[in-house]
C-alpha cells in the first residue's frame, strides 16, 4: 500500500484477555516501530525492528508485552492479560533504513481496556 | 525533565497570526525532526533539520536549530485554521536506535 496500516483501528477489550495488534509497514522499509500514546500525552516508544530483529525493546513497560516482525514486513504488538492502564492509542511507523530517518506513521489503534 | 520537551504546551491564536513553538532537549543529537498530529491519531512528518544546519525552510514552515542551547523552534507563517494540530519534535540521540518525542504543543487558529 501507499502509507502505513494498522488494523484494528479500534479494539474494546476486557480487563485480562489478550489483544494483538496488526501493523503493515511501508514496503521496502526496513525499519519498524511501535510506540504508545495516552490520552493527551506525547509518544512513549516501545520497541523497534530492523528487519525481523529487535535491537532495542527497552520501552516495553512490562513482559505482557511482546512483539514480533515476519518476513521483514508485518509486525503485531501482543498485550497479554490486559490491564486498564494499557489503553491508549498505539502507533506503528516505519523508515525506510535507519531511525535517524523521516518515519512514516500508521492512523494508530485505540485500545480501551474495560 | 524529559529529552524534547515543547513549550507552550498550548497555543491559541488568531488565524493569520504566526506560531512560534519551542523544544529543548538534553543530550546530543543527529537530527531534529518535528511532526503534526491531527485528532490524535497517525503523526505527519513535517521537516528534518541536521545538526549541523542552523535554520530550514518549507513552505510556510521555518525551524531552526542551536546546538549551544539545546533548542529548537517550528514558526508557522500566516496561520491558518487547518493548522489547528498537536506539534511535536523528536530527535534521534546519538548512540541510541530511537527517537524521543517531546509532550507536544496543542495549537489551535481561531477563525
Known amino acids: 500500500g501507499a502509507g502505513v496500516s494498522q488494523s484494528p483501528s479500534n479494539k474494546v477489550t476486557e480487563k485480562g484477555k489478550d489483544v494483538e495488534l496488526r501493523c503493515d509497514p511501508i514496503?521496502?522499509?526496513?525499519?519498524l516501530y511501535w510506540y504508545r500514546q495516552s490520552l493527551g500525552q506525547g509518544l512513549e516508544f516501545l520497541i523497534y525492528?530492523?528487519?525481523?530483529?529487535?535491537?532495542?525493546k527497552s520501552g516495553l513497560p512490562s513482559d505482557r508485552f511482546s512483539a514480533e516482525r515476519t518476513g521483514g514486513s508485518v509486525s503485531t504488538l501482543t498485550i497479554q492479560r490486559t490491564q486498564q492502564e494499557d489503553s491508549a492509542v498505539y502507533l506503528c511507523?516505519?523508515?525506510?533504513?535507519?531511525?535517524?530517518?523521516?518515519?512514516?506513521f500508521g492512523p494508530g489503534t485505540r485500545l480501551l481496556v474495560l | 525533565s524529559q529529552q524534547g520537551e515543547e513549550d507552550p504546551q498550548a497555543l491559541s491564536i488568531q488565524e493569520g497570526e504566526n506560531a512560534t513553538m519551542n523544544c529543548s532537549y538534553k543530550?546530543?543529537?543527529?537530527?531534529l525532526q518535528w511532526y503534526r498530529q491531527n485528532s490524535g491519531r497517525g503523526l505527519v512528518h513535517l521537516i528534518l533539520?541536521?545538526?549541523?544546519?542552523r535554520e530550514k525552510h518549507s513552505g510556510r514552515l521555518r525551524v531552526t536549530l542551536d546546538t549551544s542551547k539545546k533548542s529548537s523552534s517550528l514558526l508557522i507563517t500566516a496561520s491558518r485554521a487547518a493548522d489547528t494540530a498537536s506539534y511535536f519534535c523528536?530527535?534521534?540521540?546519538?548512540?541510541?536506535?530511537?527517537?524521543?518525542f517531546g509532550q507536544g504543543t496543542r495549537l489551535t487558529i481561531n477563525p
Open positions: 511507523a516505519s523508515s525506510l533504513i535507519a531511525v535517524q530517518e523521516t518515519q512514516y
Open positions: 514496503s521496502g522499509h526496513t525499519a
Open positions: 525492528f530492523q528487519g525481523n530483529s529487535a535491537p532495542d
Open positions: 543530550t546530543s543529537i543527529n537530527n
Open positions: 533539520i541536521r545538526s549541523n544546519e
Open positions: 523528536a530527535t534521534d540521540v546519538q548512540g541510541a536506535q530511537k527517537l524521543v
